[in-house]
């Protein structure tokens, strides 16, 4: 009796999120434009670097190479490197001849209370505020733009009166460990923050993804500016909730924006996710148990059903697997994976609860949030 109601209830709960959770599995909200302004407003681009001297050349290369029509520049806060990064940041400015458009501040270190990375923007934002721009671009230093990006997400705000507009830049999924699990971990996300509803002015769900975010400068002033969210460790969840308050926000995914930043081995992605899951849980062991159990259920009970269950048992457990491969398909697609990754999603499943789990082990032992040689979560 209990294995039958398990195995209907994962069947019920994959039926709600293809049929009622936003659409998210379509991965159709994708990036667009507006129409031209009459005048181009002024945009200053904040770029926190940390030990980034790998991918940040290419990075202020394609912001340097924008074709935007309005006045543009980048501050880039050097947060206190030890490879590079500065010089390989001067040289890529260099070399497209707009040199003088690259500021470089050496970042300080970080106060009790902030992380890194947002001390870094905030002493970005702060040189920004002085020439008085009307929207900043955050943008991490391991992505690249195709040349319309920003004026079509600068039309598009203005058009739209967007507070934020966010891209989710396409991840590199090109080593066996990335076409594993880089594909799933949008599809999480996307699962967790339907698009759709972000984008929605009538729902309070609120994200974006902090490789590509376009900001009005007033309205995060209004917000209480990037102090509001000084020790987020998902900071760019964090800031899309302020800012989804002082009005509407968008977020969509991108072939225009892509990250560089590659993920060879399993660890290195291990290690992406141990940084935040935990902080996403807000580090509450209640929360904890629960998502651990849900994973299990909605992933892992539908396969056991499926192997070792009989009659309406093994029936609901098969719906319930070839739901979940089928609404994996569109996400397998945006990466150009086979679809045959469909019905490996449940051992995926259970890959990142292995890393939540360790999230929180890791937190509980003092090391949470650790990045980069720094610990900045609880």
């Known amino acids: 009796m209990i294995a ?3 195995a209907a209830l994962a069947l019920l709960i994959w039926i709600y999120l293809a049929a009622a959770r936003g659409g998210f ?3 159709a909200e994708r990036d667009g434009g507006g129409p031209f302004p009459k005048a181009w407003p002024a945009v200053i681009a904040v770029i926190p670097a940390r030990n980034e001297a790998d991918g940040v050349g290419r ?5 340097l190479l924008q074709d935007y029509l309005g006045p543009f520049s980048i501050i880039l806060v050097d947060d206190e490197s030890s490879d590079g990064t500065a010089g390989a940041a001067r040289l890529a400015s260099a070399a497209t001849g707009r040199a003088d458009r690259l500021t470089i501040l050496a970042g300080a270190p970080p106060p009790p209370g902030w992380t890194g990375k947002l001390w870094a923007m905030k002493q970005g934002i702060e040189r920004a505020d002085a020439a008085a721009p009307e929207f900043l671009f955050h943008t991490d230093a391991d992505i690249v733009y195709e040349p319309d990006v920003l004026g079509r997400l600068v039309s598009q705000s203005l058009d739209q009166g967007l507070t934020l507009s966010s891209l ?4 590199r999924c090109e080593s066996l460990p990335e076409r594993a699990l880089i594909p799933a971990f949008i599809f999480f996300f996307q699962m967790l923050y339907p698009f759709s509803w972000v984008s929605d002015r009538r729902r309070k769900t609120a994200a974006a993804a902090g490789g590509c975010m376009l900001v009005r400068r007033d309205a995060l002033r209004a ?3 990037i102090e509001a969210i000084r020790g987020a460790i998902i900071d760019d969840c964090a800031l899309a ?8 926000i968008r977020l ?3 072939e225009r924006v892509a990250s560089i930043r590659p993920y060879s081995t399993f660890g290195e992605i291990r290690r992406m996710v141990v940084r935040s899951a935990y902080a996403q849980l807000e580090y509450s062991p209640l929360l904890l148990a629960v998502a651990v159990a849900v994973l299990i259920l909605v992933y892992v009970v539908p396969v056991l059903a499926t192997i070792f269950g009989h009659g309406a048992i093994q029936i609901f457990g098969l719906l319930a697997w070839v739901t979940m491969a089928i609404v994996y398909l ?7 994976l086979t679809p045959f990754w469909g019905p490996a999603l449940p051992a995926i499943a259970l890959v990142y609860t292995a890393f939540t789990l360790e999230s929180a082990y890791q937190s509980l032992r003092g090391r949470g949030g650790l990045w980069k040689g720094r610990i900045q979560g609880r």
């Open 4 to 6: 039958t109601l398990l």
């Open 330 to 336: 569109p996400t397998l697609g945006f990466y150009r």
């Open 25 to 27: 599995w379509h991965a």
């Open 252 to 254: 969509a995914l991108s």
């Open 223 to 225: 917000a209480g500016g």
């Open 241 to 248: 909730r302020v800012l989804k308050k002082q009005g509407p």
């Open 59 to 63: 990075t202020v290369s394609s912001l």
């Open 168 to 171: 989710m830049a396409k991840l």
